[in-house]
C-alpha cells in the first residue's frame, strides 16, 4: 500500500504561507543510535524552512557531540527511561522561553514526561512518533497502552511508521484515524551518508560477509544471532559474520561465541562510523529482532543492493517482500533455509539485491519522507 499522511480539511496552499518559526526535539536515548539519526534527517532535510532544538534524555555524550558537530543547538538531562522530572521542566521551560511552535516528541520512553508540559503550553503543538506500539513482552504492551490511553489528550497528533501501527492505534483507541499520519523512515542520500562516515579501504578481512547492525541489547536477540551464525558457518566454511554496534550484551554475545568455538569466525566490531561502508562488503543482511519500528539496518541493506534474511515482525514486513527483496523467517529453522539458497547462488543474490534497493528507491526515499514531514509540519501549526 501507498504510505501516505492524512491532512483532512487543509488547504495546503494556504497552509505552507505560514510555517511555524521553531521545532523542539525531545527523545530519550540511551545510546546513540536510531532515534538520533530519525531526528538529524528531519532536521537536516527542513533546516533551511524551519529552526529547530533538541532536548535529549541520555547519559552518552556523543549524542549532543552529533548535533553540535551539525550546528543544531542541543540540550540534554540525566537519562530515564520512564519518567525524568528534571527532563519534564527542562521540556516547559525550554519551549516556553523561546516560543517553539511545535514539540515533537520521539519514543515511548519520554511520551509522558515530555508531553506534560502540553499543559502549560496550549498554543503550543504537541506531536508524537512512538517508533514501536508493539513489543514482544505482554507486560510491556499492557503497561504502556494502559498509560497512553489516560494521557493521550496530551498530544494532539501522532506519526506513526506503517498502516499497521495506525491500525494498532486506532483498534486500542488511542486516536482516531484523522490525528494519526503515517509517514515512513528513510534515509539521507547515499554519497552524502558514506561522505560524512568515516571511510577505510577495506573495513573487514576479504571473505564472504553475513552482517548485522544494532545495539547489543535483549531486543535485537543476539542469542538467536550466535546459533545461527554457529550453523551456517559450520555448513559453509568459507563464510564469516559481523555485527556491527555496541551494548550490555557484548560479553555474553562473546561468550557465547566462544562456547561454540565460532569467536574466529564472527567479529564484533562495536560502534562504527563506517557501518554502510563495511555494509557494501557483505553478500547478506540479518536481522534477528524481537520488535522495531520501520529500522534503519533493514533500510541500509536495501538501499545498498543487499538481500536481506529478518524475522517476521511488523517492522521488517514492512520493508521486505518475502521472497522477491530478501527473506522472512519465522524460526531458526527458517533462517537456515533462507541462508542455505542465498549462499548457495550467486544469482539469487545479485537478484534480490536489485529487487531491495529497486524498492527502496520507489517507496522510501529521502525526498518523499522530508515532503511529509513539511506537510505535517505546516498542517498542525496553522
Known amino acids: 500500500m501507498e504510505p501516505r499522511i492524512h491532512t483532512g480539511n487543509i488547504q495546503l496552499e494556504e497552509a505552507m504561507t505560514s510555517n511555524p518559526t521553531g521545532v523542539l526535539h525531545v527523545y530519550y536515548e540511551p545510546s546513540l543510535s536510531g532515534i538520533t539519526r530519525h531526528v538529524s534527517h528531519i532536521i537536516e532535510g527542513l533546516r533551511d524552512e524551519y529552526r529547530f532544538h533538541v ?132 534515509l539521507e542520500p547515499e554519497n552524502i551518508a558514506i561522505k560524512s562516515q568515516e571511510t577505510s579501504p577495506s573495513p573487514l578481512p576479504p571473505g564472504r560477509w553475513i552482517v548485522t547492525i544494532g545495539r547489543l541489547v535483549p531486543q535485537k536477540n543476539p542469542d538467536l544471532f550466535a546459533s545461527i551464525a554457529s550453523k551456517v558457518c559450520e555448513e559453509f566454511p568459507d563464510i564469516r559474520f559481523a555485527w556491527i554496534g555496541e551494548g550490555p550484551l557484548e560479553e555474553r554475545l562473546r561468550a557465547l561465541l566462544r562456547e561454540s568455538g565460532m569467536s574466529d569466525r564472527v567479529i564484533l566490531t562495536g560502534f562504527r562510523r563506517d557501518a554502510r561502508q563495511i555494509l557494501r562488503q557483505a553478500e547478506i543482511f540479518l536481522s534477528t529482532a524481537l520488535w522495531e519500528g520501520m529500522p534503519y539496518s533493514v533500510l541500509e541493506a536495501m538501499q545498498a543492493g543487499k538481500p536481506v534474511v529478518v524475522s517476521d515482525i511488523d517492522g521488517h514486513r514492512a520493508l521486505v517482500e518475502d521472497g522477491r527483496t530478501g527473506y522472512i523467517a519465522r524460526s531458526e529453522e527458517n533462517y537456515l533455509e533462507d541462508f542455505n539458497r542465498l549462499i548457495r547462488s550467486a544469482e539469487l543474490r545479485e537478484t534480490m539485491g536489485r529487487a531491495s534497493r529497486a524498492r527502496f528507491e520507489a517507496e522510501f526515499s529521502f525526498d518523499r519522507f522530508i515532503e511529509r514531514m513539511r506537510l505535517l509540519y505546516t498542517s498542525v501549526a496553522i
Not at 516556553?96 to 516528541?105: T, Y
Not at 508524537?128 to 513482552?137: A, C, L, M, R, Y
Not at 498530544?155 to 494519526?180: P, S
Request: net charge positive; aromatic share 14%.
Open 55 to 186: 532536548l535529549c534524555s541520555t547519559d552518552d555524550p556523543r549524542i549532543g557531540d552529533f548535533f553540535r558537530d551539525r550546528g543544531v543547538g542541543y540540550t540534554s538531562v540525566p537519562a530515564g527511561r520512564i519518567f525524568t522530572v528534571r527532563g519534564m521542566i527542562k521540556t516547559l521551560f525550554t519551549a516556553r522561553g523561546r516560543d517553539w511552535d511545535i514539540v515533537h516528541i520521539h519514543n515511548l520512553q519520554s511520551l509522558f514526561w515530555a508531553s506534560a508540559p502540553s499543559l502549560f503550553l496550549p498554543r503550543t503543538r504537541f506531536i508524537f512518533t512512538p517508533q514501536v506500539v508493539e513489543f514482544d513482552s505482554r507486560f510491556l504492551d499492557r503497561g504502556f497502552f494502559a498509560a497512553w490511553r489516560l494521557s493521550s489528550f496530551l498530544v494532539k497528533t501522532i506519526i506513526v511508521l506503517t498502516e499497521h501501527q495506525k491500525e494498532v492505534l486506532i483498534r486500542r483507541k488511542i486516536k482516531g484515524a484523522d490525528a494519526i499520519y503515517v509517514i515512513p523512515n528513510s
